[in-house]
């Protein structure tokens, strides 16, 4: 059974660093991997796709990285803001076209 | 942009009330989906379908069903609410099922009261 990670829990930064949020998974048979932002008590809103074919992708500020054959993927954020606070999920897609989520890493980016 | 629009940000019912959540996408998208969130528990899929009048049972399917008569609408429904309903709920849809990015709705807060 697919089963998806993600270090740390919680991490509160100044304002300006550089951070990356971790997510491992255990069966490295994907389709794809997907980074989410929640805002509390809000719904998810999709930040990267990547395929399974795919090594990274970028936008903006972000750019998220996957190695399917250690089953991990990366969230590098750079030269955070306070607008970054929110609570990052990821999730990949296993061979049904379930999404499998990660319990999240809360991100506080303090001024 | 897909979107994906829940009918409603927040509801209180009642014990026992037969309860309609609504979920419209406008990007004529096969795939879609009911999760719910609860702190601790993170996400769980409800139900999902794949097509018109299909439906298939997720991780947590007891005390709720489905209903998709039109491609972009996709309800659940709470048979009889129970307070052990009081959660959020999230739409979602996809346009492949193998390769396309899920797209999510704002979500529901749902008490049961």
């Known amino acids: 059974k697919q089963e998806v990670t993600q270090i740390p829990a919680a991490l509160s930064v100044p304002e300006g660093e550089n951070l990356v949020l971790n997510c491992s998974f255990t069966?490295?048979?994907?389709?794809?991997l997907q980074w989410f932002r929640q805002d509390p008590g809000k719904g998810l809103t999709s930040l990267l796709l990547i395929q399974s074919s795919q090594r990274e992708q970028t936008s903006g500020r972000l750019n998220a990285s996957l190695d399917k054959s250690s089953g991990r993927s990366t969230l590098y954020i750079a030269a955070s803001q306070p607008g970054d606070s929110a609570t990052y999920l990821c999730a990949v897609q296993d061979n049904t076209g379930k999404l499998i989520f990660g319990q999240g890493t809360t991100l506080q980016v303090k001024p | 942009d897909v979107k994906v629009t829940q009918s409603s940000r927040y509801l209180v019912k009642r014990t026992g009330e037969k309860v309609f959540l609504e979920c419209v996408q406008d990007?004529?998208?096969?795939?879609m989906f009911w999760y719910r969130q609860d702190p601790g528990l993170g996400l769980r899929l409800i139900y999902f379908?794949?097509?018109?009048?299909?439906?298939e049972k997720g991780d947590i399917p007891e005390g709720y069903s489905v209903s998709r008569e039109k491609k972009e609408r996709f309800s659940l429904i709470l048979e009889s609410a129970s307070t052990n309903q009081t959660s959020m709920y999230l739409c979602?849809?996809?346009?492949?099922?193998?390769?396309?990015?899920?797209?999510f709705g704002s979500g529901t807060r749902l008490t049961v009261v």
């Open positions: 990007m004529d998208h096969e795939n």
């Open positions: 979602a849809s996809s346009a492949n099922y193998r390769v396309g990015g899920y797209t």
């Open positions: 379908s794949y097509d018109v009048k299909m439906k």
């Open positions: 069966d490295s048979a994907i389709y794809n």
